[in-house]
């Protein structure tokens, strides 16, 4: 666990920052060359990139305020913009980032169904670099595995280490080290790589254009309730309809339902006529 990489005076580089950071880097070049290719302006690309990152991280930390309300006071306003004593909520951000995006893109002149082709299959790869982040910081740790070969234990200190020191009672007091948890982190990279490649395949055979925007929203939701199976970090269980889920996985159920309703719409929107599949990076 490396929280913390560098610290030069008053200046301390987090390596979840520097995730981040890397993954928007990277999958805006990759963004930018698949726009040129399907004849896209790529500075339009960019531009609603950086925006949306802006306001997902905000939506991201709106959403950990609103689930993880009871670790928040008013008496204490800068806890809840400072990060490092928190957390984020990544599914906040889809929403809002969808919606900046289709605005700014349209108001550009560019059609957000073909942009969503370029864009969206990389978002995962944006993800995975994030959740390389939370490795690195030991939050969004996975449940107790003892016996698991591939279980990681988290030093002392870290989110994992803490909350087991509150949970169990034969927790040692002099234990430097966490008992072995699932390596969620690492599960849901994987995933999230495995996303990227199908997203790909998806979009090149392109039954209708946005084809790779409800597919997202349909394998992402997949992919988290699955790894939510395995989260040991405090989401509560609770029922909706009946079913007992976690807050998360109702939210992966509803992207499920929108996905597949939105990929409905597009294919009969599509109508009669053939779609191009999406044009091979030059």
């Known amino acids: 666990m490396f929280p913390t990489i560098l610290e030069i005076g008053p200046i301390t580089l987090y390596s979840y920052g520097l995730m981040i950071a890397l993954g928007f880097i990277t999958v805006l070049y990759f963004m930018r060359r698949d726009a040129r290719s399907a ?62 995006a289709y605005w700014n893109l349209t108001r550009r002149g560019v059609n957000f169904w073909q942009a969503a082709d370029v864009v969206m299959p990389w978002v995962p790869v944006a993800q995975a670099f994030g959740r390389g982040g939370c490795f690195l910081k030991g939050c ?76 997202y929203l349909v394998l992402y939701g997949i992919c988290r309730f699955i790894v939510e199976m395995y989260r040991g970090d405090g989401n509560p269980v609770q029922s909706y309809l009946g079913v007992q889920l976690t807050s998360q996985q109702a939210f992966c159920v509803l992207m499920i339902v929108i996905g597949a309703a939105l990929a409905a719409w597009l294919y009969r929107r599509r109508g009669t006529g053939s779609v191009p599949p999406f044009p091979q990076a030059g």
């Open 39 to 100: 004849g896209i302006d790529p500075d339009a690309i960019a531009d609603t990139a950086f925006w949306t990152l802006i306001l997902g991280v905000i939506a991201t930390r709106v959403a950990h305020i609103i689930l993880y309300s009871d670790n928040y006071s008013w008496t204490d306003p800068i806890g809840w913009i400072d990060v490092t004593r928190g957390g984020l909520v990544f599914q906040g951000a889809i929403p809002v980032g969808i919606a900046y």
């Open 140 to 215: 969004c740790h996975g449940a107790r595995s003892d016996d698991l070969p591939w279980g990681v234990s988290f030093p002392e200190g870290s989110p994992a280490y803490l909350a087991h020191q509150a949970q169990y009672a034969a927790f040692p007091d002099d234990a430097l080290w966490s008992y072995p948890v699932h390596p969620t982190q690492i599960y849901s990279i994987l995933l999230l790589l495995a996303m990227c490649g199908a997203l790909m395949l998806l979009r090149r055979r392109r039954p209708f254009f946005g084809v790779a925007l409800p597919g």
